[in-house]
């Protein structure tokens, strides 16, 4: 507890007067000299005597009796100690207990650790090993002063508990021991009675308390000094904050000026009240005549509902063949699609018979054509063999035409130089003609190789010239799907047509002109979204058209529609337009939609935010029926599973396919075109896919134009290798011809030639004959490579007719899928149109029986209104005003009669409001006077203080002097108010001897001295049961120590009613024996150990 909250605590006293034992604390601005201290000698003269005689006051209350320390800083135990009434000094060397003692005090008397200078917390007063700290004091509670004598007794003990966590708990004891209270607000009532302050200086004076304030040679600090002991530093406090709860009392009366006006608002209502207390005869009369008026309005009210529920019945009964004429059209339009659907599932499935009738017959033609193949290959076998053969036959010719040319020409020796030319010319043109056969031959290959060459060239020139077409086709789309994307960036419409956002326009300004009776809707594509970006091909794949379409009301709004549609698109390329009647709500398909637990129908995985949009998909395409299932296998697996989900009639995989229970389609696309979210990415990959082709389509030229190099080339070669072989066939004719001659001269021939020749002529033979088989294998290979052409072109042609019929089987797919979307559509508008019949047969039913009720209800109402009113009367208001009117009438006559029936209710009301607003007025006029009074009080208090602290400086200033007068001393305080400085001039010896000098230039004893001096006038102008004072001769020599001890003994000795405690370290043994003077020497402190120490006691 700070010195600050215990002194807000005391009662503040404005005269010396009201109480003889506590005294007033007042100060002033400015110094003051020797003149002024002389004007006040009469008063102090006076205040002398009076002090004087409170030595013979015998008032104990609130002085310590004894005190005890437990586990308390670094001792285990300490007393207890018994003080006396009047003066003890506790002696002891450093580490006794001295200061233990006096910080107990200060602890368990309220103060706070830090003031004690021993401590930043409580906690930190526990001994170390211990787990709490006790300290108990007596103090005595006798005299007129004391605190209920009759519960507490003749003392009052406090036990004070703090735990190792800083906690401090107080026991307030009688003096028996009982414990009457534990509240800490008990304490500080105890202290506040006994005018305790163990926070002010002037009670207890520590050594750090002493150092900062007495021996700091700071002017400022004895200034503060002066102001804390005599509390004046509170009562300037208190002033301040008395200011600042007016300037807070201003506030709230400001507050509460809003309040005033709102009980004045409620008082002159009250008064209203009060002042308009009517009779209600008029308002009876005037009630009866409305009453009969109403009874009258509701029949009439009731006839006029009646007519135009008669005129809805008759034109609802007329109504009832319109729709009959419907749903006996969509009966027929049911029938027609139905039938049209078989026929195309006919087409579809005698095609899928033809396709199966031609695939046995292509399976026979690919194993024919492979048969005649193998037969080729083993013919070229064949020829290659034989052309083997007919060159072997040939070296043996050649080596037997050697043999016989080198006996010919020992022969022509003999036969003669003309024999011998014509053999030597015969066998050159022999070998030559050999040469020539085998370039012919090679030649001929070359010729086969060559042709050979070409015509796959050429086949693969074809075929890729088919796939450059259509990979040009894909480039050209994928260019115009860039563009529309493009486009779409910052229109999204242009992803359904260039011309989309045009058309929109002339759609919007055309039903802006009113040529349309229901704004179309679409494209249809614009106006959902997906739920799941990952099922957006699905859902493409599955509207197909749809999403480019539009959807109108009625046949007068198509035909505006085609009009406008006729502006921006070409023929063959406008967005389909669907015709149904515009609903408000979405159809019910609870009964014929599909429902998984898993996998969601198309219908749900949109959002339509549009009713007409969704009941056109619905009526169209059936979305309600068909299950997305992102697994191709998953989905195969769901619909084509033993038990499919009902109400299901096919499925979408997140790739587009198409999913029957007994059949499956793949998608034509491979990414969404309308639905997909992100346009950039989009972008991005059909830029990526234009590189790739475009990469595909340069190498598709390379190629192209390599192949053309290679059949120029390889024509080329073949027309020259045609022109080489056929010279060198004329010129081996030429040679043979020449052959021939020269063997038909007619030669000698020896006998030895014969056999040779003859094996010649046999080889020639074999030769002859080999040519021929080697034709012939030629021949043959010609005749088997041509049938096993014909046999593979013949499996091509059947092939291709199977992929004909396979695409003719596409278009009729398509055309079935119209065509089951269009029986869907048909049966959803039958069921639509029986649903709606049956709906308008329910509709009349329930108005003929709610015009029977009505017509019940008129009845009774005539009677009702017969009853209170014979004559008709014809009311011109409506019944609801009436009625409004009436309740309003009773509600006013119930309150009058409520009023008329306890007007001492009203009448006390409004007194009671007149009070409070007065109370209120007066209290808000009170507290007006009060902060204006309060103005004036602080005002005079504060000169009173500034008056108080001039005198409360003269008087310290006079006891000063006389303290030093005692030792021959002459001194001089000076205060200086305004700059809250305190100046003490002192002089050892005479003061007319010597001049005034400042106490920084005394010695320490004679300063000490001085100090003591200070000390000893301000307990002369303030009040305390008890002082305490911690080595207080620690700076002086024996003779100051002698001459201030004899002082503050004088003192005491006329303070008989004051407790004086003295703690030093010094020996005391000189203090002479009395009555009134007790000393307590504590014991030197062991080191070693912990005991608790003892006391003893000298008087």
Not at 354 to 362: D, E, M, N
């Amino acid at each position: 507890m700070t010195a600050t909250k215990m002194a807000k605590r005391r009662t503040s006293t404005s005269s010396a007067g009201e109480n003889p034992n506590k005294r007033i604390r007042s100060s002033s601005d400015g110094e003051v000299d020797g003149k002024e201290a002389a004007e006040c000698d009469g008063d102090y003269s006076a205040l002398s005597k009076r002090f004087q005689c409170s030595g013979e006051v015998v008032s104990d209350a609130g002085i310590v009796e004894s005190i005890t320390l437990k586990n308390f800083m670094c001792h285990s135990l300490l007393g207890p100690f018994a003080f006396g009434s009047n003066v003890n000094f506790v002696v002891g060397n450093n580490g006794s207990g001295k200061s233990a003692i006096l910080t107990a005090l200060i602890v368990a008397l309220g103060g706070n650790a830090q003031s004690t200078n021993r401590g930043s917390s409580l906690k930190g007063f526990v001994k170390e090993g211990e787990s709490s700290a006790d300290v108990s004091i007596t103090l005595r509670n006798k005299g007129r002063d004391a605190y209920k004598p009759e519960v507490y007794g003749p003392s009052i003990i406090v036990d004070l508990r703090i735990t190792r966590d800083g906690l401090r708990t107080y026991k307030l004891k009688s003096t028996t021991g009982q414990v009457l209270s534990t509240k800490k607000e008990e304490l500080i009532s105890i202290l506040d009675n006994f005018n305790i302050q163990v926070n002010n200086p002037v009670s207890v004076l520590t050594q750090e308390m002493s150092k900062y304030f007495l021996h700091s040679k700071g002017e400022g600090d004895k200034y503060k000094f002066f102001m804390k002991a005599t509390q004046l530093e509170q009562m300037r406090v208190d002033f301040l904050h008395i200011k600042a709860t007016k300037n807070f009392t201003e506030e709230k009366v400001e507050q509460n000026s809003e309040c005033l006006k709102d009980i004045k608002r409620k008082y002159l209502e009250k008064e209203e009240r009060y002042k308009n207390l009517a009779s209600i005869g008029e308002m009876q009369t005037k009630l009866e005549d409305l009453q009969k008026q109403m009874a009258w309005a509701l029949v009439l009210e009731k006839e006029r509902e009646l007519k135009p529920m008669r005129e809805k019945l008759q034109a609802d009964r007329r109504s009832t063949e319109k729709f009959d004429e419907k749903v006996d059209e969509w009966k027929n339009k049911v029938q027609e699609a139905e039938k049209k659907y078989k026929e195309i599932q006919e087409q579809l499935e005698e095609i899928t018979r033809q396709v199966q009738v031609l695939q046995p017959k292509s399976a026979e033609l690919k194993t024919e054509a492979q048969k005649r193949n193998s037969l080729f290959k083993s013919c070229e076998l064949t020829v290659h063999r034989c052309r083997t053969n007919l060159r072997d036959l040939e070296k043996d010719k050649v080596q037997l035409s050697s043999r016989i040319k080198d006996l010919n020409l020992s022969i022509s020796q003999t036969t003669g130089a003309e024999s011998q030319a014509r053999a030597e010319r015969a066998e050159e043109i022999q070998a030559e003609l050999q040469s020539l056969e085998h370039q012919i031959s090679t030649l001929g290959q070359q010729i086969d190789q060559f042709q050979h060459a070409c015509s796959r060239a050429k086949e693969e020139q074809g075929r890729m010239k088919k796939e450059l077409e259509e990979l040009q086709k894909s480039i050209d789309g994928n260019k115009r799907k860039v563009q529309t994307m493009e486009s779409s960036r910052s229109n999204r419409l242009r992803r359904f047509g260039e011309h989309m956002p045009a058309l929109l326009n002339a759609i919007q300004e055309a039903h802006r002109r009113g040529q349309f009776k229901h704004r179309p809707r679409g494209p249809l594509g614009y106006l959902i979204s997906l739920k799941d970006p990952e099922l957006a091909l699905a859902v493409e794949v599955c509207l197909k058209s749809l999403m480019r379409a539009f959807t109108c009301d009625n046949y007068e709004d198509e035909r505006v529609l085609k009009d406008l549609m006729v502006r921006y698109f070409p023929s063959g390329h406008r967005p389909t337009i669907i015709t149904s009647s515009f609903l408000p709500h979405v159809h019910d398909t609870r009964r014929r939609a599909v429902s998984h637990p898993e996998y969601p129908s198309v219908l749900q995985a949109l959002e339509i935010e549009d009713p007409v949009v969704a009941n056109c998909l619905i009526d169209q395409r059936g979305i309600e029926s068909i299950l997305l299932i992102k697994n191709r296998t998953v989905a195969r697996g769901v619909m084509q599973g033993r038990n499919p989900p009902a109400n299901c009639t096919q499925a979408f995989s997140k790739d587009g396919d198409q999913i029957f229970t007994n059949r499956n389609y793949s998608a034509d696309q491979t990414r969404a075109n309308f639905l997909s979210g992100d346009v950039e990415e989009e972008i991005r990959h059909l830029q990526r896919e234009l590189e790739n082709q475009n990469a595909h389509h340069t190498r598709f030229q390379q190629h192209m134009r390599k192949l053309d190099e290679d059949i120029k080339q390889n024509q080329v070669l073949l027309r020259r290798t045609h022109t080489e072989q056929k010279n060198i066939k004329d010129k081996a004719t030429k040679l043979e011809l020449e052959l021939t001659d020269l063997k038909n001269i007619e030669e000698p021939q020896s006998e030895d030639l014969k056999p040779l020749e003859e094996d010649l002529q046999e080889i020639t033979a074999k030769i002859s004959s080999k040519r021929t088989e080697y034709e012939e294998a030629k021949s043959q290979l010609a005749q088997l490579k041509a049938d096993y052409e014909q046999a593979e072109q013949e499996y091509k042609q059947h092939k291709d007719s199977i992929n004909t019929i396979a695409e003719e089987a596409d278009s009729v797919k398509d055309e079935l899928g119209k065509s089951d979307q269009e029986v869907t559509r048909c049966r959803h508008h039958k069921k639509y149109y029986d649903e709606k019949r049956s709906a308008h047969l329910r509709n009349i039913q329930t108005l003929e029986g709610q015009l029977n009720s009505k017509d019940d209800d008129l009845k009774v109402s005539v009677a009702k209104a017969t009853q209170i009113c014979p004559e008709r009367i014809e009311a011109r208001r409506t019944a609801k005003s009436l009625d409004s009117e009436i309740s309003r009438l009773k509600v006013k006559i119930s309150t009058q009669q409520e009023e008329q029936g306890d007007r001492e209710e009203v009448v006390r009301q409004y007194r009671e409001a007149l009070e409070s607003y007065k109370n209120m007025s007066q209290q808000m006029k009170n507290l007006n006077c009060f902060i204006k009074r309060l103005d004036s009080v602080v005002t005079h208090r504060i000169q009173v203080y500034s008056d108080l602290r001039k005198f409360m400086s003269a008087r310290c200033k006079y006891y000063f002097d006389n303290m030093l007068a005692q030792r021959g001393y002459s001194g001089k305080m000076m205060f200086d108010h305004k700059n809250e400085t305190l100046t003490i001039s002192v002089q050892p010896g005479e003061g007319n001897k010597a001049d005034l000098s400042d106490m920084r230039s005394l010695s320490g004893g004679e300063r000490s001295f001085s100090t003591v001096c200070f000390v000893l006038s301000l307990w002369a102008i303030t009040e305390a049961p008890f002082r305490c004072l911690d080595e207080f001769d620690v700076y002086m020599d024996m003779v100051n120590r002698r001459i201030s001890m004899d002082m503050m003994l004088k003192v005491a000795a006329g303070q008989r009613y004051r407790q004086f405690i003295f703690l030093t370290p010094q020996n005391m043994s000189s203090l002479p024996v009395s009555n009134i003077l007790r000393i307590l020497r504590l014991k030197d402190p062991d080191r070693g150990q912990n005991n608790s120490q003892s006391q003893n006691m000298d008087q």
